[in-house]
């Protein structure tokens, strides 16, 4: 029985392959390569592709409105979807106008990206901002041409250290001993400029861009103190270190977003267009340095400025001094993020006292009652006689911040904001502090211009300073900001004490350009360095004249 089953196998076995050949005789089976281009010919007609990303976008959209952590946080659908509404907002630099409008209509957390969310509230902003346990994005550690400092630093312990180093030189005490350098290179500088343009002028009134004027005096202010020379690009109109910090900030933004421009071919374009400036930037910082060094070997009396302070500044726990690389890092990095952002400011103060002139009228009011036309005003001498310039400069730096949105990264074991939501470790948080500063559970009427929020007298005056985010909060807080407010203080209040300041007559954003909720419309911004005018030579104009005494 077996040998017919093993027989009877053979044959039916034999049959098989006689048949297969001969269909394969009238049908020859197509080669591999034949077939792979007859898929992907398949594959790339429009249905297949529709079909595909139909089938991914759904995918993406069960998955967020079913799986993600951060299914019940409102914000836009697409958001949930793709990092792309985001890339948009950032490439269209409208970033603060678009947090506000979001926080209005989301509320105080919203989705930003798939894995990242929004915070408005200013205690979920402290809370994160107050802790090295949230770091910064892996986008900071991209940058390579220079040597990790306090901004670009991911490591708690680095910022620490640098913190503690470089505290001294900018504290209040530590700015005050260079106020006579920052009046020369600023207040001082500006008025020579302006008085000889108004001598000058038949009418004795002349019109000025004060954002390119104050940018000018910003970048010589940190200039002369952190590289132990005189510099005077407002008068002179030398502009290579503003050229020189354009490219620089450029290039570590690029590295920081597009990490890929640091190999080969892309590594060679970058170069080309921009490492020449940062080459010659960083040389002319390193020439500053030995020079100083080699003077105080010489016994050469040191000048009270930022590289000096630098360079005798110590950690207080373990007495270790920067290296020359380290202090010439911390000073650029100083002239990269300080300079714009200062000038930036001021520009925002006057359009805003422009807008609103009941606040300008008084304002100058104030300051004239204290001090004739002659006077040099010091930093000092305008906060304890004219707390409402104090006052005008916080509530613009609340209205237009300079800054955008702090990203940081969640730790281990999540956070629960004050809403409720949780939001897992390894996800993001941005910190925005535009919605912040309008949040409407802390700023009544938010989107008005009201100096008297910030006036010690306001009985919201201590929760109305530590609910304003716009120099940041908690450990990470802008370290430059006593500079700054000298900086701005002692510029604005020579400035509104010795000249008349007007719209042209060509203006656009006046007093009476209202928006539909009966305010006066702010000219449009845009994300730079800074969150700066968009349209700075049409929109930042005034003239000026002497101060009718």
């Not at 901004?151 to 503690?164: G, I, M, S, V």
């Not at 590289?227 to 050229?243: A, C, E, P, Q, Y």
């Not at 490492?275 to 040191?302: S, T, Y």
């Not at 104090?390 to 990264?409: D, G, K, Q």
Request: with cysteine.
């Amino acid at each position: 029985m077996d040998a017919l089953i093993r027989s009877s196998a053979g044959q039916l076995a034999h049959v098989l392959r006689t048949l297969t050949l001969a269909t394969a005789a009238r049908n020859p089976v197509p080669p591999v390569s034949q077939r792979l281009a007859e898929a992907t010919q398949l594959l790339l007609q429009p249905s297949a592709i529709a079909t595909v990303l139909l089938a991914f976008i759904g995918y993406r959209a069960v998955q967020a409105l079913f799986v993600s952590p951060l299914r019940r946080v409102p914000g836009p659908f697409l958001s949930r979807l793709s990092t792309l509404p985001s890339l948009l907002a950032g490439l269209t630099r409208s970033t603060n106008d678009d947090m506000i409008r979001d926080c209005e209509r989301y509320g105080s957390v919203f989705v930003m990206e798939p894995h990242k969310v929004a915070i408005c509230d200013p205690e979920d902003c402290r809370q994160v901002l107050g802790s090295y346990g949230f770091v910064k994005s892996k986008h900071y550690s991209n940058v390579s041409f220079m040597e990790p400092n306090i901004f670009l630093t991911r490591n708690a312990e680095l910022n620490k250290q640098r913190r503690r180093q470089l505290g001294p030189a900018l504290s209040i005490k530590g700015v005050r001993k260079m106020e006579t350098s920052i009046l020369a290179a600023g207040a001082q500088q500006l008025v020579s400029k302006w008085d000889k343009a108004i001598e000058n002028s038949p009418t004795q009134k002349v019109q000025i861009c004060y954002f390119n004027d104050l940018t000018l005096i910003s970048f010589d202010i940190i200039a002369s103190l952190g590289f132990g020379s005189v510099h005077r690009s407002l008068t002179t109109n030398d502009k290579t270190i503003g050229k020189w910090v354009e490219k620089t900030f450029a290039l570590m933004i690029t590295q920081m977003v597009l990490p890929v421009v640091k190999s080969w071919p892309l590594s060679a374009l970058v170069d080309y267009f921009l490492r020449k400036d940062v080459d010659e930037f960083f040389a002319f910082g390193r020439a500053a340095i030995n020079m100083r060094k080699l003077e105080l070997a010489k016994g050469i009396q040191p000048t009270n400025d930022i590289l000096q302070q630098f360079i005798d500044a110590e950690d207080p726990l373990n007495k270790v001094r920067m290296s020359s690389s380290q202090v010439l890092t911390e000073t650029i990095m100083m002239l990269l993020s300080g300079a714009d952002t200062t000038s930036t400011a001021m520009s925002w103060t006057i359009h805003m006292l422009m807008l609103y002139p009941e606040h300008y009228q008084n304002l100058i009011a104030q300051i004239r009652c204290c001090f004739s036309a002659s006077d040099l005003i010091t930093y000092d001498m305008a906060r304890t006689q004219v707390p409402l310039l104090e006052a005008c400069i916080f509530e613009s730096l609340r209205i237009c911040p300079v800054s955008t949105n702090l990203p940081r990264i969640v730790p281990k074991g999540g956070i629960t904001l004050k809403s409720g939501y949780f939001i897992p470790e390894a996800y993001s948080v941005a910190v925005s502090t535009a919605a912040a500063n309008y949040h409407p559970n802390y700023w009544h009427d938010p989107h008005r211009f009201d100096p008297s929020r910030f006036l010690p007298s306001n009985p919201l005056y201590e929760a109305n300073r530590k609910n304003l985010m716009s120099m940041s909060t908690g450990v990470r807080g802008c370290p430059g900001r006593h500079l700054a407010m000298v900086e701005m203080t002692t510029i604005l209040a020579n400035i509104l004490n010795k000249y008349d300041l007007e719209l042209p007559n060509d203006a656009i954003y006046t007093p009476l350009n209202k928006h539909k909720d009966g305010l006066p419309r702010i000219m449009p911004r845009t994300n730079l360095v800074a969150m700066i005018p968009k349209h700075p030579n049409r929109d930042c104009n005034v003239v000026i004249s002497k101060r009718c005494l």
